[in-house]
């Protein structure tokens, strides 16, 4: 069975400063990986995807995220956070099984300090 | 572009009390999603629908049931609910994956 591990529960960075959010997965094949933020009292924004290829991918808002194999990591950067990054991150992964249903991590609350 | 309507947006029910709530996409997607979200435990699947006429069972399906209206719609409903089931609800579709949702049902039995 598909799982996703999201070590850090919550989070805090300074405005300014370089962010990484950490995804584990486990599952047999090759997985499609997925990175979503939520901002309080709202649904979740895709911010990313991963499918096949290029290992490195880009997503909306400056964030990327590098799929490690030998690793089953998936984790979520960006260069340099702002306020309005504060938020609620969720990894999650899916399969074309059960009509490609996520499995969603527990999630990371990031806060963004002055 | 309206994407994945919920209705209603909050409710609250008493213990035994029956309901459903309705999703709506216009984005010609395959498959569909019902979510509950609850504090510490991430978003959990209830059931899915991986196209029209089919649904099949998530995560935490005991205590609802879904249908399949069409291409477009997909209700969940709670028959007697209870208070385990106060949470937020989201559903969601997606064609090849990277599923769009809407914006939550917030539920509350009392």
């Known amino acids: 069975a598909q799982s996703v591990t999201q070590p850090d529960i919550h989070i805090t960075v300074s405005e300014g400063a370089s962010l990484e959010l950490r995804c584990n997965y486990s599952?047999?094949?090759?997985?499609?990986l997925f990175w979503y933020v939520q901002s309080p009292g709202q649904g979740l924004q895709l911010l990313l995807k991963?499918?096949?290829?290029?290992?490195l991918v880009q997503g909306i808002k400056g964030f990327e995220a590098e799929f490690k194999r030998s690793q089953s990591s998936f984790n979520l950067r960006k260069p340099s956070v702002h306020w309005s990054d504060a938020a609620e991150y969720f990894c999650?992964?899916?399969?074309?099984?059960?009509?490609?249903?996520?499995?969603f991590g527990k999630g990371t609350s990031l806060l963004v300090t002055p | 572009n309206a994407g994945v309507t919920q209705t209603p947006k909050f409710q609250v029910l008493k213990t035994g009390q029956s309901m459903t709530l309705q999703c709506a996409q216009d984005?010609?997607?395959?498959?569909m999603y019902w979510y509950r979200q609850d504090p510490g435990m991430g978003l959990r699947l209830i059931y899915y629908?991986?196209?029209?006429?089919?649904?099949d069972k998530g995560e935490v399906p005991n205590g609802y049931n879904v249908s399949r209206l069409n291409k477009r719609e997909f209700s969940l409903r709670l028959e007697s609910a209870a208070p385990s089931q106060t949470s937020v609800y989201f559903c969601?579709?997606?064609?090849?994956?990277?599923?769009?949702f809407g914006q939550g049902t917030r539920l509350t039995v009392v």
């Open positions: 599952y047999g094949a090759t997985p499609y």
């Open positions: 629908s991986a196209s029209e006429g089919t649904t």
């Open positions: 991963y499918f096949s290829g290029d290992t």
């Open positions: 999650a992964v899916g399969s074309s099984n059960s009509g490609y249903a996520l499995n």
């Open positions: 984005m010609n997607h395959n498959s």
């Open positions: 969601a579709s997606s064609r090849t994956g990277g599923a769009f």
